[in-house]
């Protein structure tokens, strides 16, 4: 059994909080490089070297990449083996998401209550996802997640006899739909399968996948790579001001599901695609 | 085509801008967004006065983040614009003169902004801490207690933005999209 403290816990999430906010992977740097070379429209070369140039003066001159800086996704894996001492885990993580986000000037975008409405000030709490896995580590994810997107995400409870042509026409309807709203180039997250919460969770879950990076299984990867054509196909382009270049990756994940349904979750986010992880 | 232009602006200067031109504005704006809508139109509906005068001026839909110290704001990007449409035409008759955002707008929307002469525009979306460097100056003035969504005066020199409406209603998001289309 291996013990972790709470305050560790506290110090990851702050340090996670910040981080993500500050800066992109290296798949989504690359992403936008290669973007802005092969972007057809001009308008949309500009715009995609402006995001990159925005990615710079965000480092450089430590401005968050955007000033939503998100409600607070984390995926939490915690080993079998693992005990947490100290204290609660939710209340540790919520702890460093309050830290995070005041010490790292992050915007505080969450209200108490969908209807009331009131700022919490401090970013919390926030929204976590646990699996308990094997191994005696801790894993944190954060996947800090602005609303222009998330408000153009869909759930579509598909028949079974809408098969693959059916999760196509969703996913293509998620993102049409979504156009300029949603900060083009986009990365898509889908999930395919499980039940209404499963699949939405694994579209959300979908878009930590390094872009580049595409799905073992045969149909899954070609259902990627055909719908990252097709989308670029629309002519929305970045900023939704016309190009080729409307998303960077669609990332697929699959799970099995009832002998009656296909639900299908997509999952849009914006170029800035954030998250960060650190295993204790 | 590429312009510079001065905010506030005239009546013939909005008249003059079309959907596609990029345009670099300098002088004031004021922010306000989703709870400053909702705000300002309980004050109408109250028959009280606004906090800011909406006559030819620009509403900049934008939540920032905090300021460092010795800076005059933090990222400073567009939000959405399609969350204030249930409340815009009603400003856009009272004299506002045009609004930063991005995304699509309603058809009462377009409609409003044809009837009026004004114009929306886009900036950027994600690129806050670029265009954070366009602003020079920032002040609260309303709703404060509204934290990251209350009214700022903000001062602003060659802050970026692409007209999209234009007061003929045609919309570029429509007309762009169309050419790269390859369906």
């Known amino acids: 059994m291996k013990e972790i403290e709470v305050t560790a816990v506290t110090e990851a999430v702050r340090d996670l909080c910040i981080e993500a906010n500050y800066g992109l992977s290296s798949d989504m740097k690359a992403a936008l490089e290669k973007a802005a070379e092969t972007e057809e429209s001009a308008l949309g070369k500009q715009i995609l070297s402006k995001l990159e140039e925005n990615l710079k003066i965000a480092k450089e001159d430590t401005i968050p990449i955007c000033q939503d800086t998100g409600m607070a996704v984390f995926f939490v894996e915690l080993g079998q083996e693992v005990h947490i001492s100290g204290g609660?885990?939710?209340?540790?993580?919520?702890?460093?998401?309050r830290r995070g986000y005041t010490e790292g000037f992050l915007r505080k975008s969450v209200v108490s209550d969908p209807i009331e409405r009131v700022n919490t000030k401090d970013n919390t709490p926030a929204v976590i996802h646990y699996s308990v896995v094997p191994g005696d580590s801790l894993k944190l994810t954060i996947a800090p997640k602005g609303f222009g997107s998330e408000n153009m995400s869909r759930v579509f409870m598909l028949k079974p006899a809408d098969g693959i042509e059916g999760v196509k026409n969703a996913i293509l309807t998620a993102v049409k739909d979504a156009g300029?709203?949603?900060?083009?180039?986009?990365?898509?997250?889908?999930?395919?399968?499980?039940?209404?919460?499963?699949?939405?969770?694994?579209?959300?879950?979908?878009?930590?996948?390094?872009?580049?990076?595409?799905?073992e299984i045969p149909y899954v990867k070609d259902l990627e790579e055909e719908m990252l054509r097709r989308i670029n196909a629309t002519g929305?382009?970045?900023?939704?001001?016309?190009?080729?270049?409307?998303?960077?990756?669609v990332n697929v994940l699959t799970y099995p599901t009832h002998i009656a349904g296909l639900p299908v979750g997509v999952n849009i986010c914006c170029h800035v695609n954030r998250h960060a992880s650190r295993v204790l | 085509m590429d312009r510079y232009l001065n905010v506030p602006f005239t009546k013939e200067e909005a008249l003059s801008l079309k959907a596609g031109d990029m345009v670099y504005l300098t002088g004031t704006v004021y922010t306000a967004r989703d709870a400053a809508h909702k705000r300002m139109a309980e004050t109408l509906d109250a028959g009280g006065e606004l906090p800011v005068s909406l006559q030819g001026n620009v509403i900049y839909y934008m939540g920032p983040s905090p300021a460092r110290e010795g800076r005059p704001i933090g990222s400073a990007g567009p939000t959405t614009a399609s969350r204030?449409?249930?409340?815009?035409?009603?400003?856009?008759?009272?004299?506002l003169a045009g609004m930063i955002g991005k995304g699509k707008r309603s058809r009462e929307v377009s409609d409003a902004i044809v009837r009026n002469g004004s114009v929306y525009f886009a900036a950027i979306g994600g690129a806050g801490a670029l265009l954070s460097k366009a602003i020079t100056d920032s002040e609260v003035i309303a709703y404060d207690d509204?934290?990251?969504?209350?009214?700022?005066?903000?001062?602003?020199?060659?802050?970026?933005?692409?007209?999209?409406?234009d007061s003929r209603g045609e919309n570029l998001y429509e007309t762009a999209t169309l050419q790269y289309c390859k369906e």
Do not use: Q, W
Not at chain 2, 84 to 95: E, F
Not at chain 2, 147 to 159: C, M, Q, S
């Open chain 1, 88 to 97: 609660s885990l939710e209340d540790a993580i919520n702890e460093g998401v």
């Open chain 2, 146 to 165: 509204l934290g990251t969504e209350a009214i700022r005066k903000l001062t602003v020199k060659d802050f970026p933005v692409t007209v999209v409406i």
């Open chain 2, 84 to 95: 204030m449409d249930k409340y815009t035409p009603r400003l856009l008759d009272l004299g």
């Open chain 1, 180 to 215: 300029p709203n949603a900060c083009p180039p986009m990365v898509v997250g889908v999930g395919i399968g499980g039940t209404f919460e499963k699949c939405a969770l694994l579209a959300k879950k979908a878009l930590t996948r390094p872009v580049g990076e595409h799905s």
């Open chain 1, 236 to 249: 929305i382009g970045p900023g939704g001001l016309g190009g080729s270049t409307t998303a960077l990756a």
